[in-house]
């Protein structure tokens, strides 16, 4: 049985990947807005509004969760970079993503989607230390920015995958 919340497998917490693996997820980060408009392509404003899986988000909530998330991310690459072991900033998602930009096209997130990686795959471009840290506040303890491109091309991947599995069972 697959969990329709965990459709690629939970997220892994690597504290450092190999040459080939940093490759992977970076081609991962830089393909996601790509990938995300792809998996909302054609979807009316009844099908957006529709939940993943029952209770869930909707897919246009889906869309704008990574936008938050991503955002958090280039905060956070950007923290580890630039400071010795930050402590980063945890947000509540859940609460975010029931504030009034939830209703917005998801043509919004798509563009921010668009510029914000290629802020972001630029500002990693210029990473030579993949072992730079920073803390959470609530695990208490050190990862990297490895750390990052693990959790983020995992992240991006799963939510567009929540997408495409609706579609699939929907026959959309
Ligand atoms: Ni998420």
Redesign the pocket.
């Known amino acids: 049985m697959t969990d329709s919340r965990y459709p690629i497998g939970p997220m892994p917490i690597h504290l450092s990947l190999t040459p080939q693996e940093r490759e992977e997820a970076l081609g991962a980060i830089r393909a996601l807005p790509a990938e995300l408009r792809a998996a909302v392509h054609g979807l009316d404003d009844a099908q957006l509004d529709t939940p993943y899986r029952e209770g869930g988000w909707t897919v246009r909530q889906v869309v704008h ?2 936008a938050d ?1 991503h955002m958090n991310a280039y905060v956070r690459v950007k923290l580890a970079i630039t400071e010795d072991t930050p402590t980063v900033k945890p947000y509540e ?1 859940q609460l975010w993503a029931e504030l009034p930009d939830k209703a917005l096209p998801p043509e919004v997130s798509l563009e921010l989607l668009e510029r914000l990686h290629t802020r972001l795959m630029t500002v990693l471009g210029g990473v030579t230390d993949w072992a730079r840290e920073w803390t959470h506040p609530a695990q208490g303890r050190t990862y990297t920015i490895d750390t990052l491109l693990g959790m983020y091309a995992w ?1 991006g991947r ?2 567009v995958a929540h997408i495409t599995h609706l579609r699939e069972r929907q026959g959309w």
């Open positions: 969760h990574v998330s998602e992240h799963h939510h």
